[in-house]
């Protein structure tokens, strides 16, 4: 049984990347999450931290009587966010690349650590109630770029009414059918539609049960 973590630990797990899980914190804090089960140090290279997911419940129902977590420094709260497509700039530059390969990484090892079978080809649960994020971090992770403001190319990924469905919009139809190529290969299932009004073409995707 997992003891309850200290009131360090907590604020630790509690301001991990709300995307990957990814951890922050000295070596020995890191160790200690390790030991009680809440953390895993991953095996590649930079040999980052992430939450288990024994560690991603407890940061979604903190312990009883726990006070919340101070507010990080501004400078601390920056945390890895998919780009989903339509913000004002991009940024593509080498810490943004390092940030997404780091995240596609940690993404496939909580894909090895919830699924039954350990299979890394098919979405986790997680992916499954942040739809819209993970099926942009897939986009992002194989180097497809986020559309920008308004108008222009790139992709935009936005949630539908449909359960475990999230729409994906790319004005090039080349590029709109390497998004679903990429999907697919992230173990998500894909199929192109036409909007009645504007004739657009675009993708619904939903991730793949088996």
Same mark, same amino acid.
């Given at each position: 049984?997992?003891?309850?973590?200290?009131? !360090?630990?907590?604020?630790?797990?509690?301001?991990?990347?709300?995307?990957?899980?990814?951890? %922050?914190?000295?070596?020995?804090?890191?160790?200690?999450?390790? %030991?009680?089960? $809440?953390?895993?140090?991953?095996?590649?290279?930079?040999?980052?931290?992430?939450?288990?997911?024994?560690?991603?419940?407890?940061?979604?129902? &903190?312990?009883?009587?726990?006070?919340?977590?101070?507010?990080?420094? &501004?400078?601390?709260?920056?945390?890895?966010?998919?780009?989903?497509?339509?913000?004002?700039?991009?940024?593509?530059?080498?810490?943004? $690349?390092?940030?997404?390969?780091?995240?596609?990484?940690?993404?496939?090892? $909580?894909?090895?650590?919830?699924?039954?079978?350990?299979?890394?080809?098919?979405?986790?649960?997680?992916?499954?109630?942040?739809? !819209?994020?993970?099926?942009? $971090?897939?986009?992002?992770?194989?180097?497809?770029?986020?559309?920008?403001?308004?108008?222009?190319?790139?992709?935009?990924?936005?949630?539908?009414?449909?359960?475990?469905? !999230?729409?994906?919009?790319?004005?090039?139809?080349?590029?709109?059918?390497?998004?679903?190529?990429?999907?697919?290969?992230?173990?998500?299932?894909?199929?192109?539609?036409?909007?009645?009004?504007?004739?657009?073409?675009?993708?619904?995707?939903?991730?793949?049960?088996?």
């Amino acid at each position: 049984m997992i003891r309850p973590p200290t009131a !360090v630990q907590q604020r630790l797990i509690e301001a991990a990347d709300p995307l990957t899980g990814r951890l %922050k914190g000295t070596d020995a804090q890191l160790a200690a999450l390790v %030991k009680r089960g $809440l953390a895993f140090r991953h095996p590649r290279p930079p040999h980052d931290h992430f939450l288990t997911p024994a560690g991603h419940r407890l940061r979604e129902t &903190p312990p009883v009587g726990q006070p919340p977590a101070a507010a990080p420094a &501004p400078a601390d709260s920056a945390v890895f966010a998919a780009r989903v497509g339509g913000d004002a700039s991009a940024d593509s530059g080498p810490a943004r $690349l390092r940030e997404v390969r780091g995240a596609w990484q940690g993404l496939l090892e $909580l894909r090895r650590m919830t699924n039954p079978d350990g299979a890394t080809d098919r979405p986790c649960g997680w992916e499954r109630t942040h739809l !819209v994020q993970a099926a942009a $971090l897939a986009l992002e992770a194989a180097g497809h770029r986020p559309a920008t403001g308004d108008q222009g190319t790139g992709y935009r990924v936005r949630a539908t009414p449909q359960p475990e469905a !999230v729409a994906v919009h790319e004005p090039d139809l080349t590029a709109l059918r390497a998004c679903a190529a990429t999907l697919e290969q992230a173990g998500w299932q894909t199929s192109e539609h036409t909007q009645p009004r504007t004739r657009a073409r675009y993708l619904l995707a939903s991730p793949r049960r088996s």
